[in-house]
Structure formats: structure tokens, C-alpha cells
């Protein structure tokens, strides 16, 4: 037997501080993106007093009543709900997701004037989305919805909720860039979105196990998620609004609805109430946002929906707010945006972005149009917002952030025929660093972030997982990399792999996403559009995405689906280990979407030795347990048994001689060693 003394303190501390020195280097990398799912726990917070505007509401409810055709079903299962919600303060705030009326019907005047607002659900309901497989159908059931109650007199809708977002995977990539961020052709436009649902788990440290669990031990929302299906239409542990494309607010709903809860233990079941019980009071705890799907079907009965509001009352008085999605809108733009809106009178980019500017775990707010350029930073503890300056318009400027230093605060480069600059937030404020330009030239020709109106690919990106983003350049012409070193980017012997680029000839969405597939804790190349498809592995900072995995013409057998097609969002996004579609050509698959498992992508790929922190990443467990590592190589070599000892050593049984022995002619050499804290 032997002994080896092992500085466990050391050892953790070491791992622990490497970790939180390096960060998340592409903590910002969303930015660029449009994914409806990129949340999760640990994503810094928009908490209720950065926008509620009330002093002592510590969490907002939205009562949202889909799929109403007829005002009367509608009034008559609403009124008993709205007598109890003007007990609280006189109004009547619930928010009806509507599928076609007439807009002059007399109740919705008398409704609007109660406090509730009209929102949008699609015309004809299609389930899924793209039913039919006709792109243009699917967006003239929006529009036209959207069209409609704009016009009901008084009515400003502003917020949308996808048929059966609760049961099947109709959200998609696809809708939101390509159909929501866009405007009717009357100009009509909607700002929030409230589809994708938030699945609160025992995985959260911050939360009482009571709420999370249920006496039988199992998640107390997870039990919700139909097992007849495939259903990835989640987050979790992320109760608050967030950004989706720049332009679309979205308010995820919280598990279960009342059709997923009928789905699991039939309808008007009082369980169902208790558990959203339950779920208020973590979204209390986390002071988030509650937003409730449900229907006047016979699935949840309206005296329950009258006890929920009886609980939140009496227990929370004053904490919880009940609000329209409208009164949400007009509260965000008013409290957090300072005035400002997401989306301009013409629907388009405002300029407004929300990012950890300070990385303190709290999102603050930036904005820059052509009226107001300003940074809104947040004080968790003085719970106020303070007011500083903002250097440029980011409205078709082409302007990138990330992480450079290693402090893990925002930086921040624009270069364009108009406008070139750096600049990083420091101490509360933007500092200008001209130097952060400096080398940025492919074949002598300035690196610009946009010309000519168009998308030039360059992004930051974390790479070597060292919490400093690399700069990349993409399009059509241009193919580099570089990495700030000593107060110049200097460029590195490799490129995005050959054929693949981030944007096209007219700077749209080429089709390429950066993707962990094989969990190394490195970003793969995953590259799809209508002519060509590839994954590419990374290997190092010397090599780049070195090991091509697959690569093919449209057409050819084992083909990916196109991840942009003609520069268009097609619909995809990663969630659970799997690559997923949804788009017009998915609606008669299983589930209704296409997929993709990492483990079928690397079928062919002969597992490599991962490091100990890749190691760790990579293992999944069930919600509410944590893996650490607490030994590695060299300290323990094929280890095959271990536990703890009651005098607190580590004991280990090493057989390193299997099976041939240490000289491969039968020398043994298999060992019980123990290690300890020093």
C-alpha cells in the first residue's frame, strides 16, 4: 500500500479559481444570436424591481387565457376571476391571447376599460406552426392576427403566444427572426413573445427542497413534461424577461399549463393548483416573473384560477403584482429602458441592448439610436439604476461585444466607413482604448464590422476557454482569426474550416453555428446551408477545427438539414444534446421536428481522452446533484474502486497492470493508495 499526501484544499481552490479567473468568455456571444432558448440558471438576472417601477413588488404575475373566438364563453368563465382581481387594487389585469373576433364587439371595450388587455394567438391556430408545410401561410395566420386587434378600437396589442406551445414543439428559430422581427405589410409589429416555458427544478441551490420536490422524490415540475413525447420547447430555472433577436421580449411561461397538467393527472386536479403555489413562491424567492397559459375548455376550473388568486393575495399582498402583458410592455419600456423601446416606430433596431456590462450577475441595459445614448447600470444593493454615457449608435453600425480582458467586463470594437472605435467598461463607465484596433487588417484592407450596410462575420469569441474572446473575421472575402496579445490582435496560423463562412456574399446568415458537440469544453464548427454541410471538431489553438467529423454537398447521403437557407433562419437550435429543426418542412416528423443526437453526429469519431475539467462537464446528472472532482491524473492512474475512509482519507484501488501487466509480460503493479489533505 502507499500513501500520498494530496493538498485537497489546494487542489479544489486551484480548480475553483481558474475557473472564476477565467469566466465565461462568451457570456456575450448571445448578443449575436437568435435563439429563444440560450437562458439558463446561471445567465445573469432581470429581476421585478429593475422594471416593476413599485417599490415592495418582489415578483409579477401574468394571467394569460388562450385561443378566445368567442367573447361571451370567454366572459362568462372570466368573470368570476376578474371580480377577485379587482378586490386587490380595482383593476382586472388579464391578458386574453386571441385567435380571431370582431374588433368593434361592445365586450372588449368593456373589458379594456376593466384592465385587461387583447393580445395575439394566430388566426387559424395551426398546430404545428407550419402546418401544411407553406412558409407564407404560416406567416399571413400571424399577420392577419396581428392586423386584426390592431385594429379593435383602443386595443395596442403587444405581446403573441404560439398555438400549443405547451404540448408540441411549435416555436422555432425560424419564426422569430424571420416572421415576428419583421413588420405586417400595414406596419404592424408586436414586442413581446410569451411561448417558450421555464421549467423550475431541484437543480437550483437557492431554492427550499419542499418546493422543488415532490414527497415521492421526484421533480415537482418536471413530472409535467408529457412522456408521450418528445417535448423541447424548455428552459429551466429562469423565471424573468428576456431578449430573443434584439427585438422580442419574452415572458416564459412557467410549468405546467393547464392542459399539460390535465395531460398528466386529468383535468381541474387540485394538485395542479398546488403546484402553482409552489412555483409562486419561488418566483417570489427569485423575484421573477409568473406567466400562466390556460383555457376555459375544462381543463382548469375558474374557481381554481380564483384560489390561485386568493393565495397570491393573502399571502403576498403587496410583493406580487398582477399585470397585463401590456402594463408589463409600457413598465419595462418606462422603468427599464429609461423612455426607450426595443423595436423603433418602424419596428426595427432601437439600438437597445441587454448585457452584464460589470458581470456582477445582473443585466444592465445599453442604448444607442439616434436619440439617446446611454448605459443604465444596476446596484443590487441600492436597488436603483445609475445613468451614464454611451459612446456610439449601434443601430446598423455593425458594433461587436465581448470579453477581452480578464476582469470579464464588456468590451466593446465598431469598425465601419463612419465610425471606429474600442472601448471597455471600467469602474462604472466606457473608457476608449484606441490600441484595440490596431492589426485588425487581412492582405492590408481594414477589418470591417459592417460595410455597406451589410454583416461583415467578425464576432468574439471565446476559443481557448481562457475568459478572453478571440476575434473572428467571416464572409465571402475574408478568412482569419486573432487573438490580443501584448496591445495588438496578431493573427493565428488557422481559420474557420475551408468552405464554411458566417455570412454570405450580402451579409446574411450563412449557416454556420459554433457548437460543443463532443463537450470538450471547446466550441466545434457545425456548417449547413442549401449547398453544402460539415462538422468540424476542435483541436487546438495551433490547428483550429482540425478534425473534420463529416462534410458533404446538398444531396449527399447522411446530409444535415440546412442550419440557413438563402440566408434565412432556418429553424434550428441545440437543446438537451440534440441539434433540433423546426421549420416548414418538419410538420409530418416525429414530434414535428427534425434532430440530430451528438452521439449520432459522432458515430464515427473514435472517443478521445478528455481533460479533468471536460471530464466533469461532460457528465449529466439528475436535477438537485453535483459532480466535483476531487482527484485526477497523475495523482490516481486506473483507479477501479475508491471511497472515504471515516479519518477523512481518499482511498484508492489502482490496476494499472491490467490486463496485461505494467511491461505487458504479466509484471504486477495494481496498488491501494490513499490520498489525504495536508
Partial sequence: MSTHRWATGLVLAFLASSTAGAGDGNRLAYLDESDPYYVSRT??????????????????????????RDPEKYEKFLRPVLQRLKRIDGRAPVSIMTNQVDPHHPRLQTWLKEGLSLETHTIDHPCPFFKGGDFAKARSTYERCVDLMCEVPNGRPVAFRMPCCDSL??????????????????????????????????????????????QDGQDRFRKYL????????????YPYPYVLGRLCWEFPCVMPSDWVAQHRHQPNNPITVRDWKAALDITVLKRGVFCLVFHPHGWIGKEQIVDFIDYADTKYGKKVKFLTFREAQDRLDKYLLGGQTLRAADGGDNGVRLLDLDNDGYLDVVIGNEKVKQTRRWSPKSRTWTIGDFPLSLVNSGARFGVIRADGSASLLVQNESVAGAWHFTEGKWV?????????????????????????????RDLEGDGCCELIVSNDREQAIFRW????????????????????????DNGLRFVDIDEDGHDDVLFSNEDRFSLHLFSSMQAGW??????????????????????????????????????????????HVERRSFNALLANVTPQAKSPQASLRSIRTRPGFQVELMASEPLVQSPIAFAWGPDGKFWVVEMGDYPLGLDNKGKPGGRIKYLEDT
Fill in 432 to 460: 476608449e482604448d484606441k490600441a484595440l484596433l490596431a492589426g485588425l487588417e487581412v492582405e492590408g484592407r481594414k477589418i470591417f464590422t459592417r460595410e455597406k450596410g451589410q454583416d461583415r462575420g467578425v464576432r468574439l
Fill in 169 to 214: 414543439n411549435t416555436p422555432s428559430p425560424r419564426f422569430y427572426a424571420e416572421i415576428f422581427n419583421r413588420t405586417t405589410a400595414k406596419g404592424n409589429f408586436l414586442t413581446i413573445d410569451s411561448s417558450v416555458f421555464n421549467v423550475l427544478t431541484s437543480d437550483d441551490p437557492e431554492l427550499p427542497r419542499e418546493l422543488v420536490m415532490d
Fill in 485 to 508: 496579445e501584448k496591445n495588438i490582435w496578431k493573427k493565428l496560423p488557422f481559420t474557420l474550416p475551408e468552405g464554411t463562412a458566417l455570412v454570405n456574399a450580402a451579409g446574411q
Fill in 43 to 68: 445567465f445573469p438576472r432581470l429581476i421585478t424591481p429593475q422594471w416593476v417601477g413599485d417599490d415592495g413588488v418582489e415578483a409579477v404575475v401574468v394571467l394569460a387565457i388562450d385561443d378566445m
Fill in 546 to 591: 482540425s478534425h473534420r467529423v463529416l462534410s458533404g454537398k446538398r444531396g449527399d447521403p447522411g446530409e444535415l438539414p440546412p442550419l440557413a437557407l438563402r440566408g434565412t433562419n432556418n429553424g434550428a437550435w441545440s437543446h438537451s444534446r440534440h441539434i433540433w429543426w423546426s421549420n416548414e418542412r418538419t410538420p409530418l416528423l416525429p414530434d
Fill in 226 to 237: 408529457p412522456r408521450d413525447r418528445t417535448f423541447v420547447n424548455t428552459i429551466e430555472n
